[in-house]
């Protein structure tokens, strides 16, 4: 009979993000028990027993009575693995209270995998190693791409650590690339894609929507890396066409975003929707005609994967690994980072297909999505990976 694994997977927040809920739920049902540790947001309850939530709440009082608990529970049991790691913490200097209520459950539980979502975090878990707990951590988009770039300290603690992991999960095969920069071992990484629940998708339309004029929407928080200052341009470029649209982002805009739109007199084109519940975003995308990603860095966007589910038209920047499943004029279309001339172009040219065309490439988009990026090979192939270690 196979050993059940036991494995954590870390956010430090419960519940975490909702593809790494996914996740958390398909090991569960695969006979893997999964363990959560970290912060609670808020209270969170499983349907499956095989997922133990061992977080804290964020106040003095709990996280007293939680490192008391672990504390009493190691010192009475596991003695000498206490001593080991606090001598580990006392030379790492990581000996005070706050990292106690982090990792005294870790090694009072004891699982099999220890599984980082964060690669900023990698340097504080790799104690686990000196425990036969085996580290595997996450690649994924601003912690790969660009966060390194700007932080040398952080390059250099990627650079000393990425080679004591034990595998890596990268989202695409372009971070998984990056990620080598920093010392990361090719051979122990692997990709598997971000999967979606295809259920929620099963009610797609699959009729095209009959706006008056062309509807564009963009999901994402106001960041710099979402590209909102080229599509904005992109969209001045289309005024002075007399081309009509209405743009839609939904995640808010920043000061300088506002100012933007001000100024280029697309106030009465754009509408800004602030942070909304996933089934609103999905109504939302199923009403607009064409999903933008502008983005000048991006893993896989989950957005576009949800958009094809959905029977959307895409258009997206080449930014990291979106041609990995964007195939421009069959599925989807691409365009380069930053080129707000051919961002115009290539939404004239979709406004323009026929519905034949049009219904060609969401089928496509829908197999590549079938094929790629389900919730079963992401489950599947996660599970691989753990075992192979």
Not at 17 to 22: G, L
Not at 26 to 32: I, T
Not at 201 to 227: C, M, T, Y
Not at 353 to 381: C, F, P, W, Y
Request: with cysteine; proline share 3%; aromatic share 10%.
């Amino acid at each position: 009979m196979n050993k059940t694994l036991k494995i954590a997977i870390y956010s430090g927040e419960i519940p975490s993000t909702t593809f790494i809920e996914r996740l958390i739920k398909g090991l569960s049902e695969k006979n893997c028990q999964i363990i959560l540790f970290g912060g609670l947001k808020k209270r969170t309850a499983y349907a499956s027993k095989n997922i133990l939530v061992k977080g804290y709440k964020r106040n003095k009082i709990s996280k007293g009575i939680y490192l008391l608990y672990y504390t009493l529970l190691l010192t009475l049991f596991k003695h000498k693995d206490k001593k080991q790691l606090d001598n580990i913490l006392k030379a790492q200097s990581k000996n005070d209270l706050y990292d106690k209520v982090k990792y005294y459950p870790v090694l009072w539980h004891k699982p099999d995998v220890f599984h980082i979502q964060w690669a900023k975090g990698v340097n504080e878990w790799l104690w686990v190693q000196s425990f036969g707990i085996k580290l595997v951590l996450s690649l994924r988009g601003a912690h790969i791409n660009y966060s390194p770039i700007a932080n040398q300290d952080l390059a250099n603690t990627y650079k000393a650590s990425f080679p004591k992991v034990d595998a890596f999960h990268a989202v695409s095969k372009a971070i998984a690339k990056e990620a080598t920069k920093y010392g990361a071992d090719i051979n122990k990484i692997d990709v598997v894609y971000s999967g979606l629940d295809l259920d929620l998708f099963k009610n797609a339309n699959d009729n095209l929507p009959e706006n008056e004029v062309l509807q564009v929407i963009s999901v994402g928080r106001p960041h710099w890396k979402k590209g909102y200052a080229y599509a904005l341009d992109a969209f001045k470029l289309l005024l002075d066409q007399n081309f009509q649209f209405k743009y839609t982002i939904v995640g808010g805009v920043n000061l300088e975003l506002q100012y933007q739109i001000e100024e280029l007199g697309l106030k009465p084109y754009v509408n800004v929707i602030n942070h909304v519940s996933f089934d609103e975003v999905q109504r939302l995308i199923k009403s607009s005609d064409l999903l933008l990603l502008p983005s000048t860095e991006e893993g896989i966007a989950n957005v576009v994967l949800e958009a094809m589910a959905n029977g959307k038209l895409v258009l997206t920047t080449n930014c990291g690994g979106m041609e990995e499943t964007v195939i421009d004029g069959e599925n989807g279309f691409v365009i380069p980072i930053r080129n707000t001339t051919e961002m115009a172009s290539k939404i004239i040219k979709v406004s323009n297909l026929s519905n034949q065309e049009k219904q060609q490439i969401i089928t496509n988009a829908r197999e590549i999505i079938h094929k790629q990026h389900t919730n079963d090979l992401m489950v599947e192939g996660m599970l691989q990976l753990y075992q192979s270690i």
